[in-house]
């Protein structure tokens, strides 16, 4: 089965602390995507990236940063962590020859920022 | 990438087929309809997407209507499992970077009852 993995499912940090969430996709995938989820807010997408060295930000890039430096591997970075950025975080990806809407996510991990 | 329209809830008895409508009016021509769902605490899963014609397999069917307005998503038999909220997508299977970049919208929440 293909498989998308976050390394944290939960993490809780403080106020200005660096943040950094890592996804890790077996898939062979050209795209890599990180949303967020909030409540009545649904899923936003941060940024994306579809190749090595590549990224393009979403519709919420502000506060975040990202980091592609081998294919299967695509990093969520938070510099300053803030209370506003307490949110599930999901990575997902998608290969380029496939199914464009065709997504695998992972699991999702949990922010909390104090 | 249209908009598209969901009820925010729906409740079905198991066993029953679940039939949840998806209003894409300004849909265009090359856009596909994506539908996915999300289990409480879980990434979103892809459950099926379609064009024009009808699609069907091993989770669902997706109907959609000649002037591609509007798709129904049917789950032929409900069980409990399939409690979770269900997101209707259009995207356009463009080439080159709009690969995989999709927007959720608030979903539908169904509900299963024994």
Same mark, same amino acid.
């Given at each position: ?14 106020? @200005? ?24 807010? @649904? ?14 930000? /979403?519709?919420?890039?502000? /506060? ?11 990093? *969520? ?12 975080? *999901? ?14 996510? @992972?699991? /999702? ?6 | 990438d249209a908009k598209t329209t969901q ?14 409508p998806c209003n894409h009016s300004t849909i265009?021509?090359?856009e596909?309809v994506y539908w ?20 069907? $397999? ?12 509007s798709s ?15 997101y209707c997508i259009v995207v356009? $299977? ?9 927007t959720f919208g608030q979903g539908t ?6």
């Open positions: 089965d293909v498989k998308v993995t976050q390394s944290s499912r939960y993490l809780v940090k403080r106020t @200005g602390e660096k943040v950094f969430l890592e996804c890790v996709q077996d898939m062979d995938h050209e795209n890599m995507f990180w949303y967020r989820q909030d409540p009545g807010l @649904g899923l936003r997408l941060i940024y994306f990236s579809y190749d090595v060295k590549m990224k393009e930000k /979403g519709d919420i890039p502000e /506060g975040y940063s990202v980091s592609r430096e081998k294919k299967e591997r695509f990093s *969520l970075i938070l510099e300053s962590a803030s209370t506003n950025q307490t949110s599930m975080y *999901l990575c997902a990806g998608s290969g380029r020859r496939a199914n464009t809407g065709e997504l695998f996510f @992972g699991e /999702g991990s949990r922010l909390t920022v104090l | 009820p925010t809830s729906m409740d079905c008895a198991e066993g029953r087929a679940a039939n949840l265009s021509g090359n596909y996915y769902r999300q289990i409480h605490s879980q990434g979103p899963q892809y459950i099926i997407h379609g064009l024009k014609n009808n699609e069907t $397999n091993e989770m669902a069917s997706l109907i959609i209507t000649e002037d591609r307005k129904t998503l049917i789950l032929p038999h409900a069980t409990l499992r399939d409690t979770a909220v269900y356009a $299977n463009a080439g080159g970077t709009s690969y995989g970049k999709l929440i169904l509900t299963v009852h024994p």
